[in-house]
């Protein structure tokens, strides 16, 4: 169960996309994401999965991953498509029932919803797949650095970010190892009503919290022991570079939009 | 008829994924009743996945797992149950402590078993002394404890449940050489009183020569020998190729056969060691 959370996985393979500067794969989805909910019209849409289908075979990640990437957000799917199909009104009506009504505007925006949000995950997903967490913070911290002449602490939101990403993976282990030893005593937290089952996990919610705090202690001391002290003067390991795979790539998305844009002018 | 049983069994993490990894190969394994096993092998051998195996934590990719000759994975077997039988205590297990005092979180397995107090309070009695805790610590918090002592209340936890099997993931990982000794010595202890069938994991030859009457080496998700100590020991050599070490005591013994001193070849502790060279030193000339 805990194993299907797969956002800010990343999954390493020698791609074009793997190799690409972060920052502008950041841009990039950004825009991917303006162009999503600034069209209105279905060629959105299209352009929408033609960019995810595109990024997709460039990254080499197996389509199968993006599937699964959409699964657990299922049910808000099926609540937003029910919610578009029956509240949503105008145009030719179908079907009506009490204060339930099929319309074919209903339809339309249900489809174009569900498709909308699932295109949303599996572009943001192939950016979490083929960026490493690190790699990510770094960008951001990059992209926001003008901020810091507002005095905004870049460096130190970015480190926290970082620290976040880093130990999701270590919780979620830890999550699962409490979890087993106490089935392995008989804990039962597969079975029961609501009440019952939050219950049941008590057992593995103490302790975790025992121990993010823990290491939260263990990992503050070994960072002042190396004589951190925020970002100032600070260099880095891996210096972000950006080349002309990143400039074909942004124009292409900077494309797509364009035409997002002008399909919707023309058409409202 | 074997108390545990492991058919052909394989565990294979991450199927599909890069990350893909079998942990257990085809592995085949009797553990006879009353039996005190030592398990050894190079961190990520499979040690603990084949221990997860046997209590049904894991379900196995292929192969079965028999206790009392029943395969656990049946349709009808139920799993919980076969825990309370098959007892495991994890790594570092005191991160697992939770309750609010030391006596409920040993309470907790026993308690799940659904027993009547009476009962749960004898087992946490007897087991908390089992493991050298004293009754004012029942009383506190297990966050006040220290390491050593919440090691052992944790492993209370687990032995309180008296399971016909009991698994233990490196109980001394991390502890100082008397709190290894003191958590050792009780286990030897529990197994010699109850009469069950203890597997205590370890990668440390020296912590397990002493205390098992068998012996498993796992190496690369497989089984190279399953025997008594004398006969793993022996086989020194291959052993060092594996990179697992034979205890110190052992490896003095060999040097000093290799050297011509007619010493016995399968000296594992050091008690046993110094007899050896005392009658020896007594006999007077001999080879020396």
Redesign the interface.
């Known amino acids: 169960m805990l194993k299907d959370i797969t956002l800010g996985q990343f999954?390493?393979?020698d791609s074009v996309v793997h190799r690409m500067d972060a920052r502008y794969k950041i841009v990039i989805t950004l825009i991917f994401l303006v162009m999503l909910f600034w069209g209105q019209h279905p060629t959105a849409l299209i352009a929408g999965f033609l960019f995810v289908a595109v990024a997709t075979v460039c990254s080499k990640i197996p389509p199968?991953m993006l599937i699964k990437s959409i699964r657990p957000i299922v049910p808000i799917l099926i609540i937003t498509g029910l919610l578009n199909l029956f509240f949503f009104g105008g145009g030719t009506v179908y079907w009506e029932w009490k204060f339930l009504k099929l319309t074919q505007q209903g339809i339309q925006a249900s489809v174009f919803m569900v498709v909308r949000i699932c295109l949303l995950i599996a572009g943001t997903s192939l950016l979490t797949y083929t960026t490493s967490p690190i790699v990510l913070t770094d960008a951001i911290e990059s992209l926001l650095s003008p901020l810091k002449k507002l005095k905004l602490p870049v460096h130190e939101l970015a480190m926290m970010m970082t620290i976040a990403l880093r130990f999701i993976p270590t919780l979620i282990e830890?999550t699962d190892?409490?979890m087993?030893?106490?089935?392995?005593?008989?804990?039962?937290l597969e079975s029961g009503g609501l009440m019952q089952r939050a219950k049941a996990l008590?057992?593995v919610l103490?302790?975790l919290i025992?121990?993010a705090f823990r290491r939260a202690e263990e990992l503050a001391l070994a960072m002042e022991c190396r004589c951190y002290h925020g970002g100032e003067g600070r260099t880095r390991l891996r210096v972000l570079k950006s080349g002309l795979r990143d400039y074909i790539a942004l124009a292409f998305t900077l494309l797509l939009l364009a035409a997002v844009i002008v399909i919707n002018a023309v058409v409202y | 008829m074997p108390v545990l049983e492991a058919i052909d069994l394989t565990y294979t993490y991450s199927i599909g994924t890069p990350f893909e990894k079998t942990a257990v190969d085809h592995i085949d394994l009797q553990i006879e009743q009353g039996e005190f096993v030592g398990i050894i092998g190079h961190t990520g051998s499979g040690k603990s996945t084949l221990m997860q195996m046997m209590n049904g934590l894991l379900q196995p990719t292929s192969g079965t797992v028999k206790l009392d000759g029943k395969d656990i994975w049946e349709k009808k077997a139920d799993r919980r149950a076969v825990r309370f039988q098959v007892g495991l205590v994890f790594q570092y297990p005191e991160y697992q402590l939770f309750e609010e005092t030391v006596y409920k979180d040993i309470a907790f397995g026993p308690k799940n078993m659904g027993l009547d107090e009476k009962e749960i309070d004898r087992r946490v009695r007897e087991t908390a002394e089992a493991v050298g805790l004293s009754e004012e610590l029942l009383q506190k918090s297990p966050y006040e404890l220290s390491g050593g002592q919440k090691r052992r209340a944790a492993i209370a936890g687990v032995m309180a449940m008296e399971p016909k099997v009991l698994i233990l993931d490196e109980p001394t990982a991390g502890l100082d050489p008397k709190g290894r000794t003191k958590i050792l010595t009780q286990l030897r202890e529990y197994h010699r009183r109850t009469g069950c069938t203890v597997m205590l994991v370890s990668h440390s030859m020296e912590d397990v020569a002493k205390y098992v009457s068998r012996l498993l080496v796992l190496s690369h998700a497989k089984v190279v020998c399953y025997d008594t100590p004398s006969n793993v020991f022996a086989r020194g050599d291959a052993l060092a190729e594996m990179g697992l070490a034979l205890p110190q005591i052992t490896r003095i013994f060999h040097g000093l056969r290799a050297r011509g001193i007619v010493v016995p070849d399968e000296v594992y502790t050091v008690k046993y060691g110094a007899e050896q060279l005392l009658s020896l030193l007594k006999g007077g000339e001999g080879t020396c």
């Not at chain 1, 087993?180 to 039962?188: F, L």
């Open positions: 999954f390493p393979m199968k830890e190892k409490i087993s030893a106490q089935k392995a005593r008989g804990a039962d008590v057992p103490i302790p025992v121990s």
